[in-house]
């Protein structure tokens, strides 16, 4: 249970240095074995006074198809909070393997809006260890707010699967799992993803995970090829539900199947409107065209 006060760090934590880092620590549990204690770290971590590099925020809005504008994209200020939440999951006490995560669901309420040109502070724990039915799993939750302020403007959190990791104390879920049965629909749209689309991602994010980025860095990790970033995707349907969602919407999504680059992947956005014609809810689902196979879903509700 994470009770403390979080850690102030001085500077925003380099993305490549801490995946450097668990690489290391990876090595290390190779020769020592995993902790023997299963717990989270006690505290978070904090860095105040970010400022997003306007750059970024155009080359982001251009790659996911967001609109120009100077107010952060929902999906901006989780690449914008990411490496914070990293370097509590890169700590020496935190008892999972960072390097081969697997990102199950992210849950953003998006509060308020925040502009490119004002200081936020952005605070990152872990939370929730528990049994997965294929290894371990945890929440890590950001939260940003206006430099100095005391309520989130922006609150996500995000569902990592360590998987065929396996701590003691925490009993086995059950394997048995009903998969709903899934036709795909007719898309709305159909996105063509070239075998870069890691590494454009990658660059707009800071997000350099070996998975995403090469047929070789990913066949490291135990990946035939390389995925695209989970958060990426999202994002893209994000953009695609368009300004309908207002300035204060939850956004959901939960992956099932990875993309492996490249790929087409179809998607179909439905939208559930109030009785006067007000949106309520965009609902989503993304899927291989060729396949069938389910990607991800998700919805954009109203606050």
């Known amino acids: 249970m994470n009770t403390g006060q979080p850690i102030i760090l001085g500077e925003m934590p380099s993305l490549s240095k801490l995946y450097v880092n668990a690489a290391a620590g990876a090595a290390r ?12 770290p006690p505290v978070g971590h904090e860095v105040r006074a970010v400022l997003a590099d306007v750059a970024n925020l155009t080359a982001y809005q251009h790659l996911v198809g967001e609109t120009a504008s100077d107010v952060l994209p929902a999906g901006f200020i989780h690449a914008l909070a990411f490496p914070v939440a990293i370097s509590v999951m890169n700590r020496d006490d935190f008892p999972l393997p960072l390097l081969g995560m697997i990102h199950l669901r992210n849950v953003v309420e998006h509060r308020s809006p925040a502009l490119f040109t004002e200081p936020l502070d952005i605070t990152a724990r872990a939370e929730n260890l528990r049994a997965h039915r294929s290894g371990t ?15 989130a403007r922006w609150r996500g959190v995000s569902t990592y699967l360590a998987k065929g990791v396996f701590l003691p104390g925490i009993d086995k879920a059950s394997a048995t799992v009903e998969e709903e049965e899934f036709t795909a629909p007719d898309p709305t749209a159909v996105w063509q993803l070239g075998v870069d689309a890691g590494r454009a991602y990658a660059a707009v994010s800071g997000d350099f995970n070996p998975i995403h980025l090469s047929v070789l860095s990913a066949k490291a990790l135990g990946l035939r090829r390389s995925i695209a970033h989970g958060m990426y995707l999202a994002s893209r349907a994000l953009a695609d539900v368009g300004a309908a969602k207002g300035e204060s919407f939850r956004w959901d999504v939960n992956f099932a199947a990875p993309v492996f680059l490249p790929a087409r992947v179809a998607l179909d956005i439905s939208t559930i409107q109030a009785e006067g014609g007000a949106w309520l809810r965009s609902d989503y689902v993304a899927w291989n065209p060729r396949s069938g196979r389910k990607h991800f879903t998700g919805s954009v509700t109203v606050l």
Do not use: H, N
């Open 29 to 40: 549990r190779r020769i020592l074995g995993s902790p023997a204690e299963a717990a989270l």
């Open 137 to 151: 799993q945890l929440d890590v939750i950001a939260e940003v707010r206006g430099s100095g302020e005391d309520t």
